[in-house]
């Protein structure tokens, strides 16, 4: 508790002393690089931020992570850092130019968006920005696009069976960490078809009501232990094969069987 105490001061004691970021009109170059950033997959990570420093002179400076650990860099020029969002969702990047002239900008993105960033011309100067990560991995992307808002009852609840539930335990946020892999490999993509066709937007939706009425059975009980996180997490696995995989291919069966018989 000390370290992460220590942590916020000495960022809000950094961050009174430094320029306020602002992205003028004029400076086109800046703001080409920032959102070519963030148009590109590699840059969306589950779990993690990227650090962007864009300068033309040398820097110094350091890298801190959510889990309250923190990495020295330095360098010349334009940089890229992976900082870890850890359990606290926080990260940010402190530098600060090694000479008089030239400018220097940090910029910090997660999952496609903005999170923080500063800039500073002045001699020696120091540009520091913070970014509060969102969520475990960036956000519940198909469930959003499918009820039009990250503030859907539907993703609130996913929202919160992760952070409140799986993330608190080994297991489960071993699990997120897998599943995140598997996940952000081909949700962004889904989550773009359905913002684009009305008709399969609607076709996501009732397929996935089934696994979201069956996730919302967690609610209702008590896992404050690895054994009982494991026994719910493979009860639902099972259950879900069950209604996705087990029951078409059974009515399936049942139904050729029938004409079978008739014919």
């Known amino acids: 508790m000390k370290k992460i105490f220590f942590f916020i001061l000495y960022s809000?004691?950094?961050?009174?002393?430094?320029?306020?970021?602002?992205?003028?009109?004029?400076?086109?170059?800046?703001?080409?690089?920032?959102?070519?950033?963030?148009?590109?997959?590699?840059?969306?990570?589950?779990?993690?931020?990227?650090?962007?420093?864009?300068?033309?002179?040398?820097?110094?400076?350091?890298?801190?992570?959510?889990?309250?650990?923190?990495?020295s860099k330095d360098g010349y020029g334009d940089a890229k850092f992976i900082a870890d969002c850890g359990k606290l969702n926080f990260v940010q990047g402190l530098f600060q130019k090694q000479g008089e002239d030239g400018s220097l900008g940090v910029v910090i993105i997660q999952n496609g968006k903005l999170i923080g960033s500063e800039t500073t011309t002045a001699a020696f100067g120091i540009a520091h920005a913070t970014g509060e990560c969102s969520g475990f991995g960036g956000g519940c992307l198909i469930a959003s696009a499918t009820y039009g808002t990250e503030l859907a009852p539907q993703v609130q609840q996913l929202r919160e069976l992760r952070d409140n539930v799986l993330l608190q335990t080994e297991s489960g946020s071993a699990f997120m960490s897998g599943f995140n892999q598997f996940y952000y490999s081909f949700s962004p993509t889904i989550a773009d078809w359905e913002r684009q066709n009305p008709v399969f937007k609607e076709a996501v939706k009732i397929g996935i009501t089934p696994l979201l009425t069956s996730l919302s059975i967690l609610n209702y009980v008590e896992m404050d232990s690895e054994a009982e996180v494991l026994g719910y997490g493979i009860s639902l696995i099972i259950l879900n094969i069950g209604m996705y995989i087990v029951a078409p291919v059974g009515i399936g069966m049942f139904v050729v069987s029938r004409k079978s018989k008739n014919s």
């Open 12 to 71: 809000l004691i950094i961050f009174s002393v430094t320029d306020s970021f602002g992205v003028t009109q004029t400076d086109e170059e800046f703001k080409s690089k920032v959102n070519r950033e963030l148009t590109l997959e590699e840059n969306k990570i589950p779990g993690k931020a990227i650090i962007l420093v864009y300068s033309d002179t040398n820097w110094s400076g350091s890298v801190a992570h959510g889990d309250g650990s923190s990495s």
